[in-house]
């Protein structure tokens, strides 16, 4: 067999996510041929589709040291280094390779992902335009342009993207998907929702993959609840729940643990002995449960002339697993050391990596809702911090999550109504510990008395943060200066609407495993 049949072996290999053989392969190669740039690219590709990001860079540099103008290889090496969070060394490579190949469709779309998760979307989408002007029919390109417009809140030229994607590719599940969520469906326009159904209806639909499968149940759910067709609804995201479920290794009582760890590293602790200087910038953090209100708040905050939202950040989450834990342990002795000395070094950390994101206000939201198992780690190293903590009614709350997809890692236990529910139940506990040893450091906010009372609780909210009263926080809606990611990014561009109190009524038949769990003592 020659080198050329060896690499299309592991170029097999890595399609078929056998991410680890391919490796081995790679460095069995490397010991007979350890000067050739394409294996050792080869190489850090399996690592990084492999999660060890590290490793990657050590391959991809090795692949450029042997050959300096390896595209691909810059190319990965960049992404390699979005995923470390090291964003300026990502761009540098970027902007060198389109200083060489200013045409380089694959590179405009890797920056354009870069742009976008730095919040950058008229950036990213500057790019994505020049890319289409270059390869106008390039589905990939055209998803990433509709979301694009999706999160800064044109969503005609979103639906636009979509169609066109579908005119190109009838069957693209995802398109199809995305439109669902932008069409509110009823009985005189139901043209998308007749083509998803002949999608399940085809012969071949038992071949699809479950990922388009999954856009095709979580689609019909969604437009059969728009068509108040309850009992449909529910069996599509059911189904579309299960076939993801299916395909995790998930254990809930791994997760129970991990909270026990937190509430038992921080039953004794004395925030009092905590004197820390203050942070250059403030971080106004919104926490919750998914689907409470968080993208609500967070919108409400950041139309605040003196305010900026970064929407979900996952830095804080990053630098405390990076120097603070081993695995699931943590290391007790380096947080009472840190905790004690006048530098902040985990936020200045943070504020390093949201520099990147080029946000000119003082004032920033980071509204990553589960940050609220991170309560602890605020209070001791963002001293100027406000917490804002989201809650919902609980059965709206949990059918929200499950009526709705999460491709987030820290959602595995999205799938099942048991999961939801007890995941709530280990949230709730963790929140009244909280609220015990730090609740005089943040403000609760029940999403139903914001849409109950808008503009008392929204004035409680902005006092909250130390910000003086500014009426265009009522006007949130209107607010275009922060895109939207999440799942809520159709409804927090609207004005204040109470069809999602109590929507879980008219599926309550089907949701008994889910409540009986839910603890009795919630507020409904």
Same mark, same amino acid.
């Not at 067999?1 to 053989?21: A, Q, R, V, Y």
């Given at each position: 067999?020659?080198?050329?049949? +060896?690499?299309?072996?592991?170029?097999?290999?890595?399609?078929?996510?056998?991410?680890?053989?391919?490796?081995?392969?790679?460095? +069995?190669?490397?010991?007979?041929y350890p000067k050739v740039s394409?294996?050792?690219?080869?190489?850090?590709?399996?690592?990084?589709? $492999?999660?060890?990001?590290?490793?990657?860079?050590?391959?991809?540099?090795?692949?450029?040291?042997?050959?300096?103008?390896?595209?691909?290889?810059?190319? $990965?090496?960049?992404?390699?280094?979005?995923?470390?969070?090291?964003?300026?060394?990502?761009?540098?490579?970027?902007?060198?390779?389109?200083?060489?190949?200013?045409?380089?469709?694959?590179?405009?779309?890797?920056?354009?992902?870069?742009?976008?998760?730095?919040?950058?979307?008229?950036?990213?989408?500057?790019?994505?335009?020049?890319?289409?002007?270059?390869? +106008?029919?390039?589905?990939?390109?055209?998803?990433?342009?509709?979301?694009?417009?999706?999160?800064?809140?044109?969503?005609?030229?979103?639906?636009?993207?979509?169609?066109?994607?579908?005119?190109?590719?009838?069957?693209?599940?995802?398109?199809?998907?995305?439109?669902?969520?932008?069409?509110?469906?009823?009985?005189?326009?139901?043209?998308?929702? $007749?083509?998803?159904?002949?999608?399940?209806?085809?012969?071949?639909?038992?071949? %699809?993959?479950?990922?388009?499968?999954?856009?095709?149940?979580?689609?019909?759910?969604?437009?059969?609840?728009?068509?108040?067709?309850?009992?449909?609804?529910?069996?599509? @995201?059911?189904?579309?729940?299960?076939?993801?479920?299916?395909?995790?290794?998930?254990?809930?009582?791994?997760?129970?643990?991990?909270?026990?760890?937190?509430?038992?590293?921080?039953?004794?602790?004395?925030?009092?002995?905590?004197?820390?200087? /203050?942070?250059?910038?403030?971080?106004?953090?919104?926490?919750?449960? /998914?689907?409470?209100?968080?993208? @609500?708040?967070?919108?409400?905050?950041?139309?605040?002339?003196?305010?900026?939202?970064?929407?979900?950040?996952?830095?804080?989450?990053?630098?405390?697993?990076?120097?603070?834990?081993?695995?699931?342990?943590?290391?007790?002795?380096?947080?009472?050391?840190?905790?004690?000395?006048?530098?902040?070094?985990?936020?200045?950390?943070?504020?390093?990596?949201?520099?990147?994101?080029?946000?000119?206000?003082?004032?920033?939201?980071?509204?990553?809702?589960?940050? %609220?198992?991170?309560?602890? %780690?605020?209070?001791?190293?963002?001293?100027?911090?406000?917490?804002?903590?989201?809650?919902? $009614?609980?059965?709206?709350?949990?059918?929200?999550?499950?009526?709705?997809?999460?491709?987030?890692?820290?959602?595995?236990?999205? %799938?099942?109504?048991?999961?939801?529910?007890?995941?709530?139940?280990?949230?709730? +506990?963790?929140?009244?510990?909280?609220?015990?040893?730090?609740?005089?450091?943040?403000?609760?906010?029940?999403?139903?008395?914001?849409?109950?009372?808008?503009?008392?609780?929204?004035?409680?909210?902005?006092?909250?943060?130390?910000?003086?009263?500014?009426?265009?926080?009522?006007?949130?809606?209107?607010?275009?200066?922060?895109?939207?990611?999440?799942?809520?990014?159709?409804?927090?561009?609207?004005?204040?609407?109470?069809?999602?109190?109590?929507?879980?009524?008219?599926?309550?038949?089907?949701?008994?495993?889910?409540?009986?769990?839910?603890d009795t003592n919630i507020k409904?």
């Open positions: 067999m020659d080198l050329k049949e +060896k690499i299309g072996i592991i170029e097999n290999l890595i399609k078929i996510n056998k991410f680890s053989l391919a490796i081995e392969k790679c460095k +069995k190669l490397l010991k007979k394409f294996i050792h690219n080869l190489c850090g590709l399996a690592y990084q589709m $492999n999660k060890n990001i590290h490793k990657s860079v050590e391959c991809f540099e090795l692949a450029l040291h042997y050959e300096p103008e390896n595209i691909a290889a810059f190319n $990965n090496l960049a992404n390699s280094y979005k995923f470390l969070h090291q964003s300026e060394k990502s761009e540098q490579i970027f902007e060198k390779i389109l200083k060489k190949e200013p045409n380089n469709v694959k590179i405009l779309n890797n920056y354009a992902n870069l742009k976008k998760k730095l919040n950058d979307f008229e950036g990213a989408k500057t790019l994505l335009l020049k890319a289409e002007q270059i390869e +106008k029919n390039n589905i990939d390109l055209l998803h990433n342009i509709a979301e694009c417009y999706q999160s800064i809140g044109d969503y005609s030229s979103a639906k636009l993207y979509a169609n066109k994607i579908l005119s190109l590719k009838p069957n693209d599940t995802a398109a199809h998907r995305f439109l669902s969520g932008l069409t509110k469906y009823n009985n005189t326009d139901t043209n998308n929702l $007749n083509e998803i159904q002949n999608l399940e209806k085809d012969n071949n639909f038992n071949n %699809f993959s479950i990922r388009e499968k999954k856009d095709v149940f979580f689609a019909l759910g969604k437009a059969y609840e728009d068509l108040k067709n309850y009992e449909q609804s529910f069996k599509y @995201l059911e189904k579309g729940n299960s076939i993801l479920r299916k395909e995790l290794n998930y254990n809930i009582f791994n997760q129970e643990k991990f909270f026990n760890r937190i509430i038992k590293l921080f039953k004794d602790f004395d925030f009092d002995k905590v004197n820390k200087r /203050p942070l250059d910038k403030k971080i106004i953090f919104i926490v919750g449960m /998914p689907r409470s209100g968080t993208t @609500l708040v967070e919108q409400i905050i950041a139309s605040h002339p003196d305010v900026n939202g970064a929407g979900e950040l996952i830095y804080l989450n990053h630098l405390i697993e990076k120097n603070f834990m081993n695995e699931n342990s943590f290391d007790n002795q380096k947080i009472m050391e840190q905790s004690l000395v006048e530098r902040s070094f985990l936020g200045e950390q943070y504020l390093e990596h949201l520099s990147y994101h080029k946000l000119k206000t003082k004032i920033i939201t980071d509204k990553a809702p589960q940050n %609220f198992i991170w309560l602890g %780690f605020i209070k001791i190293f963002f001293p100027n911090s406000s917490i804002i903590h989201c809650r919902r $009614n609980a059965k709206d709350c949990c059918f929200s999550i499950f009526k709705n997809y999460f491709p987030s890692n820290e959602m595995l236990w999205s %799938f099942t109504q048991k999961e939801i529910a007890e995941y709530y139940n280990l949230y709730l +506990k963790l929140m009244e510990f909280w609220n015990t040893k730090i609740g005089f450091s943040l403000l609760n906010v029940d999403y139903e008395k914001i849409i109950s009372d808008p503009e008392n609780e929204i004035k409680k909210i902005i006092s909250h943060c130390n910000l003086n009263w500014d009426s265009s926080c009522l006007n949130f809606y209107k607010n275009r200066k922060t895109p939207i990611t999440t799942a809520s990014v159709n409804q927090a561009r609207e004005p204040i609407y109470n069809t999602s109190i109590n929507s879980y009524e008219p599926y309550s038949k089907y949701l008994e495993q889910m409540f009986n769990i839910l409904k």
